[in-house]
Structure formats: C-alpha cells, structure tokens
C-alpha cells in the first residue's frame, strides 16, 4: 500500500546541500520535518552512488520516524534498493512505464510536467503525482523560466491527479499561487537555506495551509 496521499504534497522538502553550513543533511532535514514538512525528496547531483546511499538509508530512517514519504530524486534503481517511498523523474529521465516495472504498483512516482500535453501523458501513464513550474523561476536550475501561473492552473486543472509547484518558492510569494489548483508547493531554498530551518518550514506550513 502506498504511503502517500494529496496531503503528502502539502509542504515538498527537497533538498540541497548548497546550505549545508555547520549542519548535517540529516539535521537540516529533521528541522524540516519538526517545522511541518508532509514529504522529502533527496536530490543529490554531486554525490556518488554509494554516498548518496548511505545518505538516503539515514534520511529514510528519520521519514519512518516522522511517518512523511521519502522520494528519490531521478535515481530509481536506488529509490529501489533503499526501499524508499518512491521516485521522481523528469521529462529526459527513465520513461514513466519502465519506473513503475521497476519499483512496481506500492510506489510512489511524481513526473514532472510543464505543458499540459506532457501532464497529461504522465497521468495516463500512470504517475501518482506531477511537479509543475518553475512558477517563480529557479534558484537551483538557473535555466528555467518561469511558468505564466494562467498555464500552471491549466496544468492543475487538466489531470485528476494532483499537481504540486515548484520554482522559487518561499513564504514571501507563496500566497501568489492560493487559489490556482494546487495539491502543494515543494521547496528547496525557501526551507534549506533559512536560518532557522524549523521555524521556516513552520511558517511556509502555516501559509500553504491557508492557501489551501
């Protein structure tokens, strides 16, 4: 049975060890989850494989603890073999068909999606959920440009599955998004790099729900 459910989406921690500072990944991501974080992706593009895994056995341990699923980010033979929650993978990524053959029907995979064509394939092909934006352009990928928020409701409103924001999402600009058909917004810098990650997440919590 899959771990995950629309509310899963609410508040999206993925990570980014740009902000690690004098913290561990695995304490900055404990922080997230005391302030409210309802999911965790780990992104990893620098580590190699067997710290990456090492870092995704830890970090599972504390989702378990927290009872919030934990998704991979692209890897899906290593989503695999650390019994994660799930996978998320891109347009350029493995093809939706042959992730679900590998991780089979308990798992969670989220596609990401930025025209309404490719929603809609993803869906039919079976994703759980899709990642949409970037809404307010990007810290993390300096080449993505911002989605007109008119064509991410579009996005939201032309699958039955939900659909969270992604791009440059922090509490100052999350409200923007209240009301355009969202399941939630999922964060890298808006949480990782606060001072005061727990209480960040808490407030970025409090607006999210409100948007909804």
Request: charged fraction near 30%.
């Amino acid at each position: 049975m899959k771990n995950f459910n629309r509310d899963s989406l609410r508040l999206y921690a993925v990570t980014d060890r740009s902000w690690l500072g004098e913290q561990t990944l695995c304490e900055q991501v404990e922080e997230a989850l005391r302030g409210g974080a309802t999911m965790v992706q780990i992104r990893e593009k620098e580590l190699d494989e067997a710290d990456f895994e090492d870092e995704a056995r830890e970090i599972q341990k504390l989702c378990r603890k927290y009872q919030v699923p934990l998704i991979i980010n692209d890897n899906v033979a290593l989503a695999k073999r650390v019994d994660a929650d799930g996978v998320h993978i891109g347009q350029s990524d493995m093809e939706m068909k042959n992730a679900r053959e590998l991780l089979g029907e308990d798992k969670i995979i989220g596609v990401t999606a930025k025209t309404i064509a490719q929603a809609k394939a993803a869906e039919a092909a079976g994703a759980d959920y899709l990642g949409s934006g970037a809404v307010f352009g990007s810290s993390t990928k300096l080449d993505a440009k911002p989605m007109e928020h008119a064509l991410f409701q579009e996005i939201c409103e032309s699958v039955a599955i939900p659909v969270v924001a992604i791009g440059g999402i922090t509490a100052d600009n999350v409200m923007q998004l209240k009301g355009r058909g969202m399941a939630g917004v999922a964060v890298v810098s808006g949480i990782f790099a606060c001072k005061d990650i727990e209480a960040g997440t808490r407030r970025l919590r409090e607006l999210v729900d409100s948007c909804m």
